[in-house]
């Protein structure tokens, strides 16, 4: 994979949202390609990374899906700690979802990460006739709130690249250095070479 | 802790659903959460359930206010006069009242609360690190637990010895360094540094496993002999010995003392830490010492293992507390749980945190709920917390201190211990310090005494009415100028409960070690109790946790 010089950034993408809003099919259409009509709540995964050449970088990004702690509302600082860019999924045949959404917003503001990226994305568009939120409404409310907005639809794979490609665009180039960093521990013993924590 | 989302009206608890489980949790500690984890890898359905809002209980990082309010007071709601839906008579189960314990006592806070309170994220169960080598971290490569947390080295092991601290030779290169020894005494801690390598497997860094292994070079006899005698034996003068038991081998209790004869650790046993010790130096390029600290504070494993579990399919409720145990009328089985909205939960299994109890009166005629009762309580654990103004060593930031016993004063019978931690842990604010004291005791009196008099040799402490009458420390001896001022404390004394087993499991509450070994062992245990069929967390699982189709790029 082409490297762009030191260009290349390492950002963790969290996703936010109601059950039922799309989180995961967004995820897996970008990462695999995929769709599935009757996703499980769960899809088994810690996170998955994907890697996206944009311009001047390669954005490597790590998502985090919230593996249904959202359900009852007991999703763990952790999962926001350290985040460069969230995506708040809503479902544009829902009002409730976008209600929610709403929010997942103030939620995501008292974490307190200004430089975070943040898209508001309006999912399951491809269900026009079945809309309850107007496109107007949720562009004005993102707006006003900071954030960038797009309808996506994860079934007809419709701006679902287009945001991330988005996200990577606009994550800040130079990260601050904010976050205490240390090592990951990795399962490497140490007499079989190779480096096996990264920096501190 | 960043924790505040909607508030927890009665009103306001949801309806679960499902209603039926292979396992209830209530509590997610640390041994709570790798059941929940290691159940929910092994396919089962889990309900994972805290009264609080946060995730940790008693192995919590918390922002100030600290202690949490949960430490003054019992953990349910204390309306047990309003038991929600009252089961209708033809019911086939009786419902029993669960019974808050408190297992916190003695709490005095001195200072005030430095600001922002935010910044700060204090353990509840401090001083504690993770070997590099100990199975800990291997269970969170694992369980891909690792993902979430990432790691610091603690940078100094150091010992209070006459008065002033020493840092801990704990390698070849630090011993060769050390100017305070003499070339004899260089010499002996060689040939045991030498003695201990021949029971580390051939190079591979892993413990020896078994007694044959280990007793290369030591007679069978010599294992079972308690460690202090054979350290004699090897002719270790008295300060090289006093490390090896209290610094290395991390013994906790006076070993020269034939009243704490119970708590002597054998040559074995010592051997062992040793060897744990010598293979956790060097075994992550970027750890210094033998010692890890998770950035966040150690409230972040848990919180790790519940995101495994989580993303196995645990569900996950916080701000739910449980009121009752809904029992069969009949077998006298457990059958579920009472959930304070008055949702009734049926599970095959219950684990419980320690600070839920069945009433005795109900547990003596109850085989279920045997194995609740204060039994569990096996002594007590004397904890400080310090925020200061520096460091104790300068230009330090994370590091271990040790006060073996009658380092402080003649009567000291156990080991006090303390962990100083920098803001590049992410516990504070930059320029701030928090320290980790504790020690076991079984006199709270004692145990806080003794948890002061080390606060007096390590800081200014501004209000002198804190150092209680009769402890005098050495101050004249350590260099008062370079001592950082103690800004704010707490004091308190914790029972140490341990894991009880039964057809409901209750968990251990943090122990009076300085590592999770033991509290890793006994939530073995509660595990292989439960599902006796089942691998805690098979090998091959770590490949599924994370997906990359990122393909060739680092």
Redesign the interface.
């Known amino acids: 994979?082409a490297?762009f010089g030191n260009n290349n950034l390492s950002a963790k993408l969290v996703l936010l949202g109601d059950m039922g809003a799309g989180k995961s099919s967004l995820v897996l259409r970008f990462?695999?390609g995929q769709f599935l009509e009757f996703q499980e709540s769960?899809i088994?995964?810690?996170?998955?990374?994907?890697?996206l050449a944009v311009s001047d970088a390669?954005v490597?990004f790590e998502i985090w899906d919230t593996?249904?702690?959202e359900?009852?509302?007991?999703l763990?600082?952790?999962?926001?700690?350290g985040a460069a860019a969230a995506i708040i999924v809503y479902d544009i045949t829902s009002t409730d979802s976008f209600e929610r959404a709403k929010k997942w917003v103030q939620?995501l503001q008292?974490?307190g990460n200004p430089n975070m990226v943040t898209a508001l994305a309006g999912n399951k568009c491809d269900l026009e006739d079945k809309r309850k939120v107007t496109t107007e409404e949720a562009r004005a409310y993102a707006e006003e709130n900071g954030l960038f907005f797009m309808e996506t639809s994860a079934k007809t794979a419709i701006n679902v690249n287009d945001l991330f490609y988005e996200i990577a665009r606009r994550l800040p180039r130079a990260q601050p250095a904010q976050?205490?960093?240390?090592?990951?521990?990795?399962?490497r013993?140490?007499?079989r070479s190779r480096?096996?924590?990264c920096?501190? | 802790m960043d924790e505040t989302s909607s508030i927890s009206f009665p009103s306001d608890y949801p309806t679960i659903d499902p209603t039926s489980f292979d396992l209830v949790v209530l509590g997610t500690g640390l041994p709570e959460s790798l059941l929940a984890a290691a159940a929910a890898a092994a396919g089962k359905s889990v309900l994972h359930l805290d009264h609080n809002p946060f995730y940790g209980s008693h192995f919590s990082s918390l922002s100030l206010p600290f202690p949490p309010s949960f430490l003054h007071s019992p953990p349910l709601p204390p309306d047990p006069s309003t038991p929600p839906s009252a089961p209708s008579p033809s019911s086939s189960y009786a419902a029993v009242n669960l019974r808050p314990h408190r297992l916190y006592s003695e709490i005095e806070i001195a200072g005030s609360s430095p600001e922002p309170s935010k910044a700060f994220l204090l353990d509840l169960a401090g001083p504690r690190v993770l070997y590099c080598a100990d199975e800990t971290v291997d269970l969170m490569l694992r369980s891909g637990a690792s993902h979430h947390v990432e790691f610091k080295s603690v940078d100094a092991n150091l010992i209070y010895w006459e008065g002033r601290l020493c840092s801990v030779p704990d390698s070849r290169q630090a011993i060769f360094k050390d100017r305070t020894l003499g070339l004899a005494e260089k010499r002996e801690m060689m040939k045991l540094l030498k003695l201990v390598q021949q029971h580390i497997g051939s190079g591979d860094g892993q413990v020896a496993a078994t007694a044959e292994e280990a007793a290369v070079g030591i007679s069978a006899e010599d294992l079972e002999t308690p460690f202090a005698e054979f350290l004699k034996k090897q002719r270790l003068p008295p300060k090289i010995r006093t490390i090896i038991l209290y610094a290395i081998a991390l013994a906790n209790h006076d070993q020269d003392n034939a009243e704490s004869c119970k708590k002597l650790i054998t040559t074995k046993q010592g051997i062992e830490s040793l060897a744990l010790y010598n293979s956790s130096v060097g075994r992550f390029p970027n750890a210094v010492s033998a010692f890890i600290y998770p950035i966040y504070g150690h409230g972040e494993l848990p919180q790790a293992f519940c995101r495994c579990a989580a993303v196995k399919g645990a569900l996950y409720v916080l701000r739910m507390p449980i009121v009752a145990l809904l029992i069969d009328k009949e077998s006298r089985q457990y059958k579920g749980v009472r959930l304070a909205s008055g949702q009734d939960i049926f599970s095959h299994h219950l684990v419980m945190e320690p600070s839920l109890q069945v009433p005795s009166s109900v547990s003596h005629s109850n085989t279920v709920c045997e194995g609740l009762n204060d039994s569990n309580l096996i002594g007590y654990a004397a904890r400080g917390v310090c925020i200061t103004s520096g460091p104790i060593q300068q230009g330090s930031s994370n590091i271990l201190v040790v006060f073996p016993p009658k380092s402080l004063h003649s009567g000291q019978l156990t080991t006090v211990r303390a962990l100083q931690l920098s803001s590049n842990v992410g516990v504070c604010p930059p320029g701030l310090f928090v320290v980790y004291l504790s020690t076991p005791c079984n006199d709270v009196i004692l145990g806080t005494e003794y948890v002061r008099a080390a606060m007096n040799a390590l800081f200014i402490v501004p209000n002198s009415d804190i150092s209680e009458g009769g402890i005098s420390t050495s101050d004249e001896v350590t260099e008062g100028e370079t001592r950082p001022t103690l800004l704010w404390s707490s004091v308190h004394v914790q029972e140490l409960t341990q894991a009880s087993f039964s057809a409901v499991c209750s968990c251990p509450m943090p122990d009076e070690n300085l590592d999770y070994r033991k509290i890793l062992e006994s939530t073995k245990q509660l595990f292989t109790n439960m599902y006796p069929q089942e691998e805690f967390f098979p090998k091959h699982s770590t490949s599924e946790n994370a997906e990359d189709d990122s393909g060739s790029s680092e």
């Open positions: 994979m490297t990462v695999k769960t088994g995964a810690a996170f998955f990374s994907q890697t390669t490597k593996a249904g702690q359900r009852y509302h007991s763990a600082p952790m999962y926001y700690r939620e008292k974490q976050q205490p960093a240390g090592m990951v521990l990795a399962d013993p140490v007499d480096a096996s924590a920096c501190s």
